[in-house]
């Protein structure tokens, strides 16, 4: 069913990386099955919004995740309404053109009428990548950005060890810091060497560490006197940080 849906996307509206879903098929992709970000966008998006969104589906598209990422195109007018019924389940109706995009993500397992919002900057497309990856665990692995797949689902399980636990992990991450190839890569070491830092660090400083060095890193990377080298350094780190954030549980509501 899903490549029926991918086929009748591509018919109509076109962007690499984005099935674009309306009434009829949303429900038939949309199913719990898997993680899945959602744009409900205006009919006919543009602007520098509409690049980061294809951007991200870009990206997403060419990495081996099972994330999908779907557009919806929604029209409110009386005299060419689009798509009015998933308008009006997730609470679009009283927007105007202008008041687009809004991104959802639906988590595999979650009610689907309990997705959740995306309130960053929607002209960024790191920063929704690097939102998705937190809410859903996903390994994206952007290229020269950071994570490191031979480490990123041990982050996640260092996180949710108990913290009693969590030194054995930390001795497996180093083991197989060491076996990680960096040779192709003249950054991959320290992305590597962050990884064990950020579990040493919340190992002496507490779980709490992530979330206060996630947020003095997003404020040095968004401060313009701050050399172009540094930023991108931060950014980095703060793609392997969201790694260390425990996704939010689901809300399965009723089977």
Not at 138 to 163: R, Y
Not at 195 to 207: E, N, S
Request: hydrophobic fraction near 40%; aromatic fraction near 10%.
């Amino acid at each position: 069913m899903l490549a029926v849906c991918l086929w009748a996307s591509t018919t109509a509206i076109s962007d690499k990386g984005v099935i674009y879903l309306d009434d009829l098929t949303f429900d038939k992709v949309v199913d719990r099955s898997r993680d899945v970000l959602v744009r409900f966008d205006k009919e006919y998006p543009w602007g520098d919004e509409h690049d980061a969104f294809k951007e991200l589906a870009t990206t997403v598209g060419e990495s081996d995740t099972s994330l999908l990422v779907v557009g919806v195109p929604i029209s409110n007018s009386d005299t060419y309404p689009v798509n009015t019924k998933l308008s009006a389940r997730y609470g679009l109706v009283a927007l105007k053109d202008e008041g687009f995009p809004r991104y959802k993500l639906f988590k595999k397992g979650a009610d689907t009428t309990k997705p959740l919002d995306y309130t960053g900057d929607m002209k960024q497309a790191k920063e929704l990548l690097r939102w998705t990856v937190e809410q859903t665990g996903v390994f994206i692995g952007i290229k020269g950005q950071g994570q490191v797949k031979e480490l990123d689902g041990l982050a996640h399980s260092f996180m949710a060890a108990a913290p009693a636990d969590r030194k054995p992990l930390l001795k497996q991450a180093q083991a197989a810091a060491d076996a990680v190839d960096t040779s192709s890569n003249p950054d991959a070491g320290g992305y590597v060497e962050y990884y064990i830092k950020t579990m040493q660090r919340v190992l002496d400083k507490g779980d709490a560490y992530v979330q206060q060095e996630t947020k003095r890193l997003a404020k040095m990377s968004e401060d313009k006197a701050v050399a172009a080298a540094k930023r991108e350094t931060f950014a980095w780190r703060l793609n392997v940080l969201a790694s260390f954030k425990a996704p939010a549980a689901a809300d399965k509501g009723e089977l």
